[in-house]
């Protein structure tokens, strides 16, 4: 894919709406608004935001938006370059080194390199799309090393030498925001908080998540998500929780169980906490009664 | 990034909105403002309404204040809502000094009411000049070393028992010629643990929060990660505030970002409201969480309850500091107190500043759990 393609493809914050639309993505028109300036301004996309809401999904969407393939990597307390950038295959280079015997080998070739997903994406920038998910659980060294990689988009290998991307690399970042992020690495990014959508845009996107509920089951369960986020609890049903709900509902109901009934039984899938559980428990009827009103 | 060479007459407001920006403590870098401009242009901007979308992608306000910059936005580019942006910050001051006069008037009543009450006070502020100079800052330096500590997934050179560091040994066998001198080992290292302070500033604990406000910035000043939130009727985060090195100028800020001093407790609402917001729960997790409370909350303590179960799910060590505790007389009888002992790690006295850097220095050490001391005492 060329550039000019890359431009046609995002060649408004609508036509990047309705394309995220077709890959069963709804955005809101400040996110695609935020993710037509990434792309555009070749700058990396950091979206924050609950649990939940549908981060992870937008970068999936985006990759396929694109054509391109998603190279995920996944932050933890603890991560480093060798899982971040790249390793050597020391078992292979030691093999090498034994078959080798009198000739000259050089251990350090493509042979032995163990790419890591930084260095896949700049092996092959215009192919993927890197999306480096819940940034806020990795520490402040590894943030360091990130915010070196996404402002030059350079890799250096002692042994190699710098490899540099031929293009600019889309790259999507993602935070619970369980921690504040450094400030430098805010400041480079294109910014956007994702919120828990309003009910409307919620039915909507079950609607179009999920297998065969009704419309007026997916509005139902979009009013009382809403009304069960308003508490205070300790995991917060997210979106996702939100499509399983309806679509057990919709299952348990098409079994034979009536329609209060079906909600009730299949709470299970919306809150995941045996505490949240036992508050909303005695509530629980009176907020399904309420949403399908 | 390219810098437009000469800047239109047309970009001029966007500068300005920067600048404005800037005025009002956002923190806005030259390269945001480009940005920002860059995106203008991409976007049309067919309506007002991209320039806002740009300006909240590019100028990336942190959620809390998303909010504020988007009033500044209106009352720049529109002109309405001037006088209420500053009004609101206007009132705010006005509110703080008040604030503080009538911290002081309730100071004076008290003290006329009960001479054990004023005797405490007069105790407090006479220990505070000595411990200023050398009780807090020995308890800042040493507190990395002292807080229990978990095995990081990152590793560091070892000389004995650890793994085989199979990178290094690599180039040492090859600049060896084929040789292996001797194995070099890694293994993994240890990191500090991350301390959460819940201070209540409810009027019971009136005596005590000053101290716990300086041992909090000590704190803030000498761990890793170290979070501090206040309590009463509302959760205030003032880790930010703290974070300023000056004490003075610090708890000044942090007292100023306080809005419930003095009133009422509703620890067990306030906790779990605390628990709910996922950034800040994650942050118990694996933590040492230490509460600084008397407990005593109004009214049932049921939600405290179950604050408290939730915290010591997550938390590593959950520990509950009274001031109460000072006095050897001092047993958890009252119900919310029993009720949440079975779950708490510790029952430790805070009545002091020196108590409780002790206590927290030892946290890396084992203990009995708060249950079994406080029934062996009773």
Redesign the interface.
């Given at each position: 894919m060329t550039s000019a393609d890359v431009v046609e493809i995002a060649a408004s914050p609508e036509a990047i709406a309705a394309r995220l639309a077709a890959s069963r993505y709804l955005a809101d028109d400040s996110l695609a608004t935020a993710i037509f300036l990434a792309i555009r301004l070749g700058k990396p996309l950091l979206l924050e935001g609950a649990p939940g809401v549908g981060k992870t999904e937008a970068a999936k969407a985006v990759a396929e938006l694109l054509g391109r393939e998603l190279v995920r990597l996944q932050c933890y307390e603890g991560i480093d370059a060798g899982h971040a950038l790249y390793e050597w295959n020391y078992q292979r280079q030691l093999l090498a080194i034994r078959h080798a015997g009198e000739h000259e080998i050089d251990i350090y070739d493509d042979r032995f390199l163990i790419a890591r997903p930084l260095l896949q994406v700049l092996r092959a920038p215009v192919e993927r799309v890197l999306l480096v998910d819940e940034i806020d659980r990795s520490d402040h060294e590894f943030e360091a090393l990130l915010l070196e990689f996404l402002s030059d988009f350079q890799i250096s290998i002692p042994e190699r030498g710098t490899i540099r991307a031929a293009a600019q690399p889309i790259v999507i970042l993602t935070s619970n925001r369980t921690r504040e992020l450094a400030e430098a690495l805010r400041r480079r990014c294109v910014y956007h908080w994702i919120g828990y959508p309003d009910a409307r845009r919620e039915a909507e996107i079950i609607m179009l998540r999920s297998g065969d509920v009704a419309e007026a089951t997916a509005r139902a369960v979009a009013n009382a998500v809403q009304e069960i986020r308003a508490r205070p609890l300790a995991k917060p049903p997210g979106i996702a929780e939100a499509v399983e709900w309806a679509n057990a509902a919709t299952i348990l109901e098409k079994g034979g169980s009536p329609w209060p009934e079906a909600f009730r039984r299949a709470i299970g899938l919306l809150i995941k906490d045996e505490e949240d559980l036992s508050a909303i428990a005695p509530e629980l009827g009176r907020i399904v009664e309420e949403a399908l009103g | 990034m390219r810098r437009p060479q000469n800047l239109r007459p047309a970009a001029a407001p966007f500068l300005g909105f920067a600048r404005l920006l800037r005025r009002h403590a956002f923190?806005i870098?030259p390269?945001?403002v480009i940005?920002f401009m860059?995106?203008v242009t991409?976007?049309g901007p067919r309506s007002m309404?991209?320039i806002c979308?740009?300006a909240?992608?590019?100028l990336?306000p942190?959620?809390d204040r998303?909010g504020e910059l988007e009033a500044h936005f209106r009352n720049y580019f529109y002109g309405d809502a001037k006088p209420s942006i500053e009004g609101e910050e206007d009132d705010e001051t006005r509110v703080k000094d008040d604030r503080g006069a009538r911290e002081e008037e309730r100071q004076t009543i008290r003290q006329e009411k009960g001479g054990e009450l004023s005797s405490a006070l007069e105790q407090l502020s006479s220990r505070d000049f000595q411990r200023d100079a050398d009780g807090l800052s020995p308890f800042r330096r040493k507190l990395v070393s002292a807080l229990p500590a978990r095995r990081?997934?990152?590793?560091t050179r070892t000389r004995s028992r650890g793994t085989l560091d199979?990178?290094r040994?690599?180039s040492e066998?090859?600049s060896a010629d084929?040789d292996i001198p001797s194995p070099l080992l890694r293994c993994r290292q240890a990191v500090p643990r991350k301390l959460l302070l819940l201070i209540d500033v409810s009027g019971s604990m009136k005596l005590h929060t000053a101290d716990y406000l300086k041992l909090a910035h000590a704190a803030v000043q000498g761990a890793d990660?170290a979070e501090v939130f206040t309590f009463g009727t509302r959760l205030t985060r003032i880790t930010s505030a703290l974070r300023i090195r000056d004490r003075g100028q610090a708890l000044a800020r942090a007292a100023a970002l306080v809005d419930d001093w003095d009133g009422g407790t509703r620890m067990g609402?306030t906790l779990?409201?605390f628990?709910?917001v996922?950034?800040f729960?994650?942050?118990a997790r694996g933590a040492c969480v230490v509460i600084l409370s008397d407990g005593l909350e109004r009214g049932s303590h049921a939600e405290l309850e179950?604050a408290m179960?939730?915290f010591s799910a997550r938390a590593f060590r959950l520990s509950l500091a009274t001031p109460l505790a000072g006095d050897p007389r001092f047993r958890p009888a009252t119900a919310a107190l029993r009720a949440i002992l079975p779950v708490l790690d510790d029952l430790v006295d805070g009545s002091s500043i020196g108590r409780l850097t002790d206590f927290i220095l030892s946290l890396a050490r084992p203990a009995p759990t708060a249950d079994s001391i406080w029934k062996r005492v009773s």
């Open positions: - | 923190h870098a390269e945001q940005s860059q995106a991409l976007l309404n991209d979308e740009a909240l992608a590019t990336a942190s959620p998303r990081s997934f990152r590793t199979l990178r040994s690599l066998i090859v084929g990660r609402p779990l409201a628990l709910s996922p950034r729960s994650a942050f179950i179960r939730r």
